[in-house]
């Protein structure tokens, strides 16, 4: 899981009647210079300062949160979102993650500002705030998830857990369920819809209705699984030699060994843990056969093949060289598998005190599910609740899991894990999202080159390329196709370095034609490696095998949709051609 960071800074009071909030694009912004271009071509700067007076009318006040909002949905954007450049022209915004990371930044801001201000200016602080968070509810009633929970189904060992955790300081107003379903109010509940997760396994449920800024869990760093915790241990005076080992590593062998310690500190922890993670890493051969020609493979081999070279690393080696410290039945491969799993399924990076970040597991927030939810349209959307988590506050020395967007009592209380492909979330995670998800693309192996690029343009340098399912695009007209225009662009220019209009004139149409025809090849390639489609027979087939089947329908949805954009493509461009011909 990500933490995500704030790259929007404030400013301070000019005077009584007056303060100004700046919002700047940090020059760090790995999207700096694409993103930079769009602020400039939308009229605004890099940073800007907007200046509240005490007399701003609710009006103004409301223009001046559109003005502040159209900058921190630039500054927000994330590399697919740029890339793919379009937004929803009708809502007004990128995506619904966008839009809750900029309204939560802008909220951050007005919060900074309001200490040590005028009582004046309190007051029209107050009246942004208020706006701000009537936009976030606006956004949230179209989204509304109701849960229902049975009771009865909350484990034992959920339970001494978490009265562990509160014995240890944990302040929590989440409940742990262990299987709930749920179903949509609102428009869609309107229409009779009624969704169920399925494999979701445990979750947290709001315990009460839970306001934007109310904190749903404090964890307290003394119950923090961190790199510390490996220091103060035997296998650390070994483990120190060894050349290359990382801290994640040395976490990975503790926590091997530390889960059969009738004595942890963390036992309780270890004893909510799944005896199986049923991620990627452990798909058996049949799934892996099923995946033949797809990312998913190839990024489950990778994965693999990394976990294994670093296992051979260290075993058997450790065990022959300090039987008594590295037990060899604690260390087995499929020991150290379930351990890979255990991280990366479940640890979450945290800046603490110091301003270093480390890998953590925490106990009880591990309960945090990845926020998936399906649209009134149908699109599924990354709506989590909580945005901004992962730095430990000094003050009280924990860990706070503030809400970004209210939930009410019985409402499962979600996160995101990341802006993750759902390749990456089967192999590291072991779940497919439901529906379509905007991070599915498909990376398109084109050696970009240095001389390639064109030093004015940003929008136009990409070191890597990529497509999505074009049922995404709202533009499917000439020049355009539903396709990435930074593809396209590329592509072009390989074909005329000094192509400047997109005009109908006869050479660019040609050159239109050819792009398509080149993509339309690649992409026949790529869905002939995939195969024919395969039976899924729900009831007989395992985990494994369905995950895998699923994901390579996905990259077959994807590679058909692109291939009909661009035979529909060849049919416009052809149609603008005859033109010249007759
Ligand atoms: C940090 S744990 C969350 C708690 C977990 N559900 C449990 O029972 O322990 C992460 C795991 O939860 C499951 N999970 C999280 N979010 C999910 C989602 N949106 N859909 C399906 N499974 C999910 C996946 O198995 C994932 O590896």
């Known amino acids: 899981?990500?933490?995500?960071?704030?790259?929007?800074?404030?400013?301070?009071?000019?005077?009584?009647?007056?303060?100004?909030?700046?919002?700047?694009?940090?020059?760090?912004?790995?999207?700096?210079?694409?993103?930079?271009?769009?602020?400039?071509?939308?009229?605004?700067?890099?940073?800007?300062?907007?200046?509240?007076?005490?007399?701003?009318?609710?009006?103004?006040?409301?223009?001046?949160?559109?003005?502040?909002?159209?900058i921190g949905?630039?500054?927000?954007?994330d590399e697919v979102e740029l890339y793919f450049g379009e937004h929803d022209t009708q809502l007004g915004f990128y995506s619904t993650r966008n839009e809750l990371e900029a309204l939560n930044s802008m909220l951050l801001?007005?919060?900074?500002?309001?200490?040590?201000?005028?009582?004046?200016?309190?007051?029209?602080?107050?009246?942004?705030?208020?706006?701000?968070?009537?936009?976030?509810?606006?956004m949230g009633n179209k989204y509304k998830v109701e849960m229902k929970i049975d009771k009865t189904y909350i484990g034992d060992k959920e339970k001494i857990l978490v009265q562990w955790g509160e014995n240890n300081g944990v302040r929590t107003?989440?409940?742990?369920?262990?299987?709930?379903?749920?179903?949509?109010?609102?428009?869609?509940?309107l229409l009779g819809s009624l969704k169920c997760v399925e494999g979701a396994g445990r979750?947290?449920?709001?315990?009460?209705?839970?306001?934007?800024?109310?904190?749903?869990?404090?964890?307290?760093?003394?119950?923090?699984?961190?790199?510390?915790?490996?220091?103060?241990?035997?296998?650390?005076?070994i483990l120190q030699k060894i050349d290359g080992m990382s801290s994640e590593s040395m976490l990975l062998l503790w926590s091997m060994k530390e889960k059969h310690n009738c004595d942890s500190k963390f036992k309780n922890y270890f004893e909510t843990l799944p005896k199986e993670f049923n991620t990627g890493l452990s798909f058996g051969v049949d799934a892996i056969m099923a995946l033949e020609g797809t990312l998913l493979l190839e990024e489950i081999m990778q994965a693999k093949e990394h976990l294994r070279n670093q296992y051979d690393e260290f075993f058997p080696a450790l065990c022959n060289d300090y039987p008594d410290i590295f037990p060899a039945e604690f260390y087995t491969w499929e020991q150290f598998l379930w351990a890979c799993e255990l991280w990366y399924s479940n640890s979450m990076k945290v800046m603490f005190a110091d301003g270093k970040l480390r890998t953590c597991l925490i106990p009880i927030a591990g309960f945090l599910n990845h926020s998936n939810i399906l649209s009134d349209c149908g699109k599924p959307e990354l709506y989590p609740h909580i945005v901004h988590y992962g730095k430990v506050?000094?003050?009280?020395?924990?860990?706070?899991?503030?809400?970004?967007?209210?939930?009410?009592?019985?409402?499962?209380?979600?996160?995101?894990?990341?802006?993750?492909?759902?390749?990456?979330?089967?192999?590291?995670?072991?779940?497919?999202?439901?529906?379509?998800?905007?991070?599915?693309?498909?990376?398109?192996?084109?050696?970009?080159?240095?001389?390639?690029?064109?030093?004015?343009?940003?929008?136009?340098?990409?070191?890597?390329?990529m497509v999505q399912g074009t049922?995404?695009?709202?533009?499917?007209?000439?020049?355009?196709?539903?396709?990435?225009?930074?593809?396209?662009?590329?592509?072009?220019?390989?074909?005329?370095?000094l192509q400047q209009e997109k005009d109908l004139s006869q050479a660019n149409l040609e050159i239109e034609l050819e792009v398509l025809e080149d993509l339309q090849s690649t992409f026949s390639a790529m869905?002939?490696?995939?195969?024919?489609?395969?039976?899924?027979?729900?009831?007989?087939?395992?985990?494994?095998?369905?995950?895998?089947?699923?994901?390579?329908?996905?990259?077959?949805?994807?590679?058909?949709?692109?291939?009909?954009?661009?035979?529909a493509g060849c049919k416009l461009v052809e149609s603008e051609l005859s033109r010249f011909v007759s």
């Open 471 to 497: 049922w995404r695009s709202n533009n499917h007209n000439i020049f355009h196709y539903g396709l990435p225009t930074p593809l396209l662009d590329y592509l072009r220019r390989v074909r005329n370095p």
């Open 393 to 465: 506050d000094s003050v009280t020395n924990s860990l706070k899991f503030p809400l970004s967007r209210p939930c009410s009592a019985g409402e499962q209380c979600c996160l995101s894990y990341g802006n993750f492909s759902t390749s990456h979330l089967i192999t590291f995670y072991g779940f497919s999202p439901q529906g379509d998800n905007p991070y599915d693309v498909i990376p398109i192996d084109i050696d970009v080159g240095q001389d390639d690029c064109i030093e004015d343009c940003p929008m136009s340098n990409w070191s890597t390329h």
């Open 109 to 138: 801001l007005v919060n900074n500002s309001l200490s040590g201000q005028t009582y004046k200016l309190v007051n029209v602080l107050q009246d942004l705030q208020e706006a701000v968070i009537d936009k976030i509810h606006k």
């Open 527 to 567: 869905m002939e490696s995939l195969g024919d489609s395969d039976f899924v027979d729900g009831e007989n087939t395992s985990w494994d095998v369905k995950l895998a089947m699923e994901s390579k329908d996905l990259q077959r949805k994807i590679i058909s949709s692109i291939l009909t954009s661009c035979s």
């Open 203 to 237: 979750g947290t449920i709001a315990m009460e209705d839970l306001k934007v800024g109310d904190i749903a869990l404090e964890i307290p760093v003394s119950i923090i699984i961190s790199e510390d915790i490996v220091y103060k241990c035997d296998l650390y005076n």
């Open 1 to 70: 899981m990500e933490a995500v960071e704030l790259c929007l800074s404030n400013g301070t009071a000019e005077n009584a009647d007056n303060c100004s909030i700046v919002l700047e694009l940090t020059e760090n912004d790995p999207l700096f210079d694409k993103k930079k271009k769009l602020l400039l071509d939308k009229g605004f700067g890099v940073k800007l300062q907007i200046y509240l007076k005490s007399s701003s009318s609710l009006d103004s006040i409301s223009n001046t949160l559109e003005r502040m909002l159209q």
């Open 73 to 77: 949905r630039i500054i927000h954007l």
């Open 173 to 189: 107003k989440l409940e742990i369920a262990c299987k709930f379903s749920r179903f949509r109010t609102g428009w869609a509940g």
